[in-house]
């Protein structure tokens, strides 16, 4: 060091300079973040749980309220006062000793009833089964009104009844409301055209 004059002095003082480092280059700093880290990856982690567990309540909940249509679907289809009149055309046929007749009769039942059981597995069947289980269904129908011979016509010009893709018998509530409210008392042969 020199003084004003400029001559050096033989006094020599230290000193000691100490420079912080920068806040954010603490390690405290470093342990907040990893604790705010871990925190907000709780936090998603836990979140991300909450929705899938709401996920799987709601198709739960959807799954149980499918199967449940399904069941109303399978009733409805089943019409109990259609599979009461069949029954009691069957036992009709065996009380009159028209035994080959209730067999054929029975046979018919069983492969309506065959398709409509396998139908209400099925979103969706093609247009040919539906054309099946409308022939069947309307051959027992027809045993019930066996006076009026009533004609089925079902007809689907060019089209590809294997391709065409329909629910379960869509068709088949407003053949049976036909056979049941259109027919009575009649003295014409009727016809129905599909």
């Known amino acids: 060091c020199t003084d004003v004059n400029g001559v050096w002095s033989s006094y020599f003082s230290s000193y000691t300079i100490v420079l912080k480092d920068y ?13 705010l ?12 749980q909450q929705k899938e567990r709401e996920k799987r309540d709601v198709l739960s909940k959807l799954e149980t309220q499918a199967n449940e249509y399904k069941l109303q679907s399978l009733q409805s289809q089943m019409n109990p006062h259609f599979l009461f009149n069949a ?3 069957i036992q009709y046929l065996i009380h009159a000793k028209n035994v080959s007749k209730a067999d054929d009769y029975l046979s018919t039942f069983g492969l309506l009833l065959r398709m409509i059981l396998e139908s209400s597995k099925n979103k969706y069947w093609s247009l040919e089964e539906e054309i099946k289980m409308l022939k069947l269904y309307c051959e027992l129908e027809k045993e019930r009104f066996e006076e009026n011979q009533i004609q089925i016509v079902i007809s689907y010009d060019d089209i590809d009844i294997m391709d065409i893709k329909i629910m379960p018998m869509i068709i088949q509530p407003f053949v049976e409301n036909v056979f049941n409210h259109a027919f009575q008392n009649v003295e014409y042969t009727p016809e129905i055209k599909i």
């Open 23 to 35: 806040w954010y280059n603490s390690i405290w700093f470093y342990l907040f973040l990893t604790c």
């Open 37 to 48: 880290a871990s925190g907000f990856i709780f936090m998603v982690l836990k979140v991300q």
């Open 87 to 89: 029954m009691s055309a």
